[in-house]
């Protein structure tokens, strides 16, 4: 009969245990990339696509109010993709080191891209009269899930490394959303945010 060392098994159970709990711990250079994601290039990113869309949608229900089908299929393939289609261009090129936030924003590229795709193709289909509102309704709701992606990879890296969103108080007096350390959060609420 093989006799075990006792001080041999207290050290392979010591040893595994230290790598589950670093396995389950906060990961330093994972929450600092994704707080700087968020505050740097997430705030901006929201910001640029309003303005591409935006100032455009309003234009669109103008069109279509006054001028009909045609004028609005033009303004979307003239304005609307074209200022798509440079936000895009912005936020493909934003820069990120670390894996896991790399593919947290490749989701949200990959989720905007197919709001773009679905824009350029149903859209035009639709104002061509080659589908009904319902399906362009339904085209949409497709994309809706991958933004949804998105949001639940966020919030399980936020989990993950004990991240919340806080409202801070601008030198302007408005409230900004920042990413940063659960413990020094104030002002966390349960909205969930981004689906605003």
Same mark, same amino acid.
């Given at each position: 009969?093989? /006799?075990?060392?006792?001080? +041999? ?12 709990? +670093? ?14 994601? !968020?505050?740097? !290039? ?18 669109? $229900?103008?069109? *279509? ?9 033009? !303004?979307? *393939? ?7 289609? *440079? ?13 896991? +936030? ?6 949200? +590229? ?20 080659? $589908?009904?509102?319902?399906?362009? $309704? ?10 949804? *992606? ?16 806080? !409202? ?17 959060? /104030?002002?966390?609420?349960?909205? /969930?945010?981004?689906?605003?």
């Amino acid at each position: 009969m093989c /006799k075990v060392n006792k001080n +041999v098994v207290f050290l392979i159970l010591m040893t595994s245990s230290f790598f589950l709990l +670093v396995a389950c711990g906060k990961d330093e250079e994972t929450a600092e990339e994704l707080i700087r994601y !968020h505050n740097d !290039h997430w705030t901006e990113i929201i910001e640029k696509r309003n303005e591409a869309l935006d100032v455009s949608l309003s234009k669109f $229900i103008q069109l *279509e109010d006054s001028d009909g089908k045609k004028a609005v299929k033009k !303004h979307v *393939e003239n304005v609307i993709l074209a200022d798509f289609e *440079e936000f895009l261009d912005y936020e493909v090129a934003i820069d990120i080191d670390n894996d896991s +936030v790399k593919e947290l924003h490749e989701l949200l +590229v990959e989720a905007d891209e197919a709001a773009y795709n679905t824009l350029k193709d149903k859209g035009e289909a639709y104002y061509n009269g080659e $589908i009904n509102e319902n399906e362009f $309704i339904e085209a949409a709701e497709d994309t809706e899930k991958l933004y949804d *992606e998105f949001y639940n990879y966020r919030e399980k890296l936020m989990k993950k490394n004990k991240l919340a969103i806080d !409202h801070v108080m601008n030198d302007d007096g408005a409230y900004e959303e920042i990413m940063m350390d659960e413990s020094k959060a /104030k002002n966390v609420d349960s909205i /969930k945010w981004g689906t605003q």
